[in-house]
């Protein structure tokens, strides 16, 4: 367990278990693109899921593992390095630290919280007030689940409130973890950056247009 007795191995953890979880994103993305085809689109897309429940159900505890450990390292280094330097200064010297980069933790942890309401609402089904019921073709209505319960303007804040934290998480995230694992230097660095703000961009718009659009009436 050499791996998690450094601060350097523990970055190592949290930057090869952060990259996971974004492919994992990516692919939930274009899942969830498929509302926009209506109930067809997305209530077949679940159906195909449900038939490939053996491969879903491994990758879903893979990412679940990989989310706590991902979890416990950023808290035990954030505790470490608060409990390295207990007083701030003065005048911050971290010219080049942003917003997304000073507040990981947090954007972090509203992630955490989101993801445990996202799976206890449209995976297990428990919180009030969910559409649950088949379509004309006797599939489970994703669909009508769905925009049901964004409908609901609380709820759609909810969603779009988790999509902004994780545009500022990723925003500074990928390239942080590429530089983490050393696959980058002074021409690779600043493209990993670029490529971590485009595609936090993609996901804050392809996630947030879902609730955005059902707000706004245009799906139901």
């Not at 952060?18 to 899942?31: A, E, I």
């Not at 067809?40 to 053996?54: D, R």
């Not at 998480?169 to 490529?195: C, D, E, K, M, W």
């Amino acid at each position: 367990m050499g791996l998690f007795s450094s601060s350097i191995g523990r970055k190592a953890v949290m930057a090869v278990t952060g990259l996971l979880m974004v492919l994992w994103v990516v692919g939930h993305l274009l899942g969830n693109l498929t509302i926009f085809w209506g109930p067809s689109g997305i209530n077949a897309y679940a159906v195909h899921l449900h038939e490939l429940w053996p491969v879903v159900w491994t990758a879903r505890i893979v990412m679940g593992l990989a989310v706590v450990l991902h979890v416990v390292l950023s808290i035990q280094l954030t505790l470490e390095n608060r409990a390295a330097k207990p007083q701030k200064y003065a005048v911050s010297k971290s010219l080049r630290a942003t917003f997304s980069s000073k507040n990981m933790i947090w954007t972090g942890l509203i992630l955490l919280a989101f993801v445990g309401y996202h799976l206890l609402q449209f995976t297990f089904h428990v919180t009030p007030g969910l559409t649950l019921e088949t379509d004309a073709l006797h599939r489970f209505d994703v669909y009508a689940m769905v925009v049901g319960a964004l409908r609901n303007p609380v709820v759609g804040v909810i969603y779009l409130v988790a999509m902004a934290s994780l545009f500022f998480h990723l925003f500074h995230g990928v390239q942080s973890g590429f530089q983490t694992l050393g696959l980058s230097n002074a021409i690779l660095l600043p493209r990993y950056g670029v490529a971590g703000k485009v595609l936090s961009a993609i996901f804050l718009v392809g996630f947030g247009s879902i609730p955005a659009v059902i707000l706004a009436g245009i799906l139901k």
